[in-house]
């Protein structure tokens, strides 16, 4: 247990589908991440939120939408998915400002799109 | 630009043997660096983690090597096991990570 809690778990949708994943860290952090870990590619950044304004989108399709709606709290709306984003979309949180221990990662939601 | 890269993308050991896992990083005003493990199905676990004003440092069966000078950073596990079995990542910069492929471990009997 990291203390960041990520759900579903899983989850299968269609490609007109709209569905959310959520994550949440109980480590009082200030930093929140979304990465995307495909087979065989490096984990890729995708969203960085720092006190809860979002800091970095690292070239992501409109169709992936985050939510920080507090520095707790952060969502990944998904809508109109195509098979290629079917990855493991990983949530990760760090204290920014001061010497830590890096990030630390939830376990993950395995995104399947049919 | 900022680039983490990994030397091998798969790595087959001896359970009790020793490991070595190396990365390679392009940016050299990083000053921190992680190392991370991450298992099937699991999100990356930290491991151990080194700053730029050391070259090397040590955990409970793992050693962290820095070279600064050519830019490269090895994981040493001692006396591995089958637990070790994962993917390991290096990463810089503790707020914004870039990391590389991953060095698959792979420990047979």
């Known amino acids: 247990e990291t203390g960041v809690t990520q759900t579903p778990r899983h989850l299968v949708m269609g490609m007109t589908n709209k569905k959310s994943l959520k994550c949440e860290q109980h480590?009082?952090?200030?930093?929140m991440y979304w990465y995307k870990q495909s087979a065989k590619k490096p984990l890729e950044l995708m969203f960085v939120?720092?006190?809860?304004?979002?800091?970095e989108n690292n070239s992501v399709p409109s169709r992936f939408s985050p939510e920080c709606p507090n520095s707790s709290h952060l969502f990944l709306h998904l809508h109109t998915l195509q098979p290629e984003d079917s990855a493991l979309y990983l949530c990760?949180?760090?204290?920014?400002?001061?010497?830590?221990?890096?990030?630390?990662f939830g376990q993950g939601t395995r995104l399947t799109v049919v | 630009g900022e680039s983490v890269g990994l030397h091998l993308p798969t790595l087959s050991v001896q359970e009790g043997d020793n490991s070595i896992i190396n990365c390679a990083y392009s940016?050299?005003?990083?000053?921190?660096f992680i190392w991370y493990k991450q298992e099937s199905g699991k999100g990356p676990q930290f491991i151990i983690d080194?700053?730029?004003?050391?070259d090397k440092r040590q955990g409970q069966r793992v050693t962290v090597l820095l070279n600064k000078t050519v830019k490269h950073l090895s994981l040493q596990i001692a006396a591995t096991q089958p637990g070790d079995s994962a993917v390991y990542f290096c990463?810089?910069?503790?707020?914004?990570?870039?990391f590389g492929t991953g060095t698959r471990l792979q420990v047979f009997p």
């Open positions: 990760a949180s760090s204290q920014l400002g001061r010497q830590g221990k890096g990030a630390f």
């Open positions: 939120y720092n006190f809860k304004e979002q800091t």
């Open positions: 940016n050299s005003a990083s000053d921190y």
């Open positions: 480590l009082g952090h200030n930093a």
């Open positions: 080194i700053r730029s004003n050391m």
């Open positions: 990463a810089e910069n503790p707020d914004k990570l870039i």
